[in-house]
Antibody
Framework: EVQLVESGGGLVQPGGSPRLSCAAS????????MNWVRQAPGKGLEWVSH????????YYADSVKGRFTISRDNAKNSLYLQMNSLRAEDTAVYYC???????????WGQGTLVTVSS | SYVLTQPPSVSVAPGQTARITCGGN??????VHWYQQKPGQAPVLVVY???DRPSGIPERFSGSNSGNTATLTISRVEAGDEAGYYC????????????FGGGTKLTVL
């Protein structure tokens, strides 16, 4: 069974630097591009970042560029999101999602909630 | 960057047909994907590449795309279809690669 499990969320102070993780299982992780998508409370889905299967190609939404860093460890079947200089508007559930060739997401994790507050 | 526009809400009686639109400039030349999200749950892909259904998604869910509007159609609506629905495209013309519509809340009366 394809499974993605996020972790690392919680209450973070403004300016904090948590790292989110996404553990993948049930498929050959190194063959797939991956993404982070977030959802603020009561709001819609917002794409955050994309990383290619090898990690060589990376993109970010303008709202997080320069503050967030996406990475992956194919040996550990894991995806990461290093978040720096957090702001209140970064409060959201963060999902990792598997990216298929047609540029859509066929599998999502359950999400991890990051709350930025003092 | 590319903008996708969805109606905030759509209401339909059980057994009827729900149509949820997703507007975008020349969206007909893009490949549109649709996700269903129930409260407290992760999104689930229900239609990809305009009109294809993933395994396990009922035939009641279908999609179309032409001109400036893509449409998700849900036939014979059931109470369990009540959820948020999001359209999504890949915008290779900008660095903002993945674009989601604002979402539509489907209410089953």
């Amino acid at each position: 069974e394809v499974q993605l499990v996020e972790s690392g969320g919680g209450l973070v102070q403004p300016g904090g630097s948590p790292r989110l993780s996404c553990a993948a299982s049930g498929f050959t992780f190194r063959n797939y591009n991956m993404n982070w998508v977030r959802q603020a409370p009561g709001k819609g889905l917002e794409w955050v970042s994309h990383i290619s299967s090898s990690g060589s190609t990376i993109y970010y939404a303008d709202s997080v560029k320069g503050r967030f860093t996406i990475s992956r460890d194919n040996a550990k079947n894991s995806l990461y999101l290093q978040m720096n200089s957090l702001r209140a508007e970064d409060t959201a559930v963060y999902y990792c999602a598997r990216h298929l060739f047609g540029n859509y997401f066929d599998c999502w994790g359950q999400g991890t909630l990051v709350t930025v507050s003092s | 960057s590319y903008v996708l526009t969805q109606p905030p809400s759509v209401s339909v009686a059980p057994g009827q047909t729900a149509r949820i639109t997703c507007g975008g400039n020349d969206i007909g030349i893009k490949s549109v994907h649709w996700y269903q999200q129930k409260p407290g749950q992760a999104p689930v892909l229900v239609v990809y590449a305009d009109s294809d259904r993933p395994s396990g998604i009922p035939e009641r869910f279908s999609g179309s795309n032409s001109g400036n509007t893509a449409t998700l159609t849900i036939s014979r609506v059931e109470a369990g279809d009540e959820a948020g629905y999001y359209c999504q495209v890949w915008d290779s013309s900008s660095d903002h690669l993945v674009v989601f519509g604002g979402g539509t809340k489907l209410t089953v009366l």
